[in-house]
């Protein structure tokens, strides 16, 4: 007698569940906070930032990221101003901060190296932040003190 063998469907069905599954497990960004993007103009040159306007997006930020295109960054949104810092747990790229105030104003433009668990304070209130690849501030002469045009309707959604 022999064993009877499993549909087609089902051997295809169970094959596309293993991928699935095996996609998760290469330590890659997934798209675990798939997030809606904006443009804005930094330094003339016009981005597209992710907005992680959440806590669950703000904490995950670019973590788990191999890279990030060229003109590509996120913008942090808080309910609130006031003193932030940031650090590089799990985040493979280096990369940019600037803070910025509820007026749009630059309170300081810093660096982040990988996997850094250091905190990189603002030099003052923010109410966003915006990461960057490394040196990209300075490329586009994003500076402490100048007054940038913040996207209409970013709001912290908690």
Not at 4 to 22: I, K, M, N, Q, S
Request: proline share 6%; with cysteine.
């Amino acid at each position: 007698m022999s064993a009877a063998r499993p549909h087609p469907f089902v051997t295809a069905l169970l094959a596309g569940l293993l991928l699935l599954v095996g996609a998760d497990c290469d330590g890659k960004d997934t798209g675990k906070y798939p997030l809606p993007t904006t443009e804005m103009s930094l330094g003339g040159k016009t981005f597209t930032l992710e907005i992680a306007d959440t806590e669950a997006s703000r904490e995950y930020g670019l973590m788990r990221r191999d890279s990030m295109p060229a003109q590509h960054g996120m913008i942090f949104v808080f309910a609130d101003e006031k003193d932030r810092g940031f650090w590089m747990a799990n985040t493979r790229i280096p990369l940019d901060i600037v803070y910025v105030n509820a007026a749009g104003k630059v309170v300081s433009v810093k660096q982040m190296k990988p996997y850094d668990r250091t905190t990189v304070p603002s030099d003052g209130p923010a109410m966003y932040a915006i990461e960057l690849n490394k040196d990209t501030a300075e490329k586009v002469g994003v500076k402490a003190g100048m007054s940038l045009e913040l996207p209409k309707g970013l709001k912290a959604k908690d």
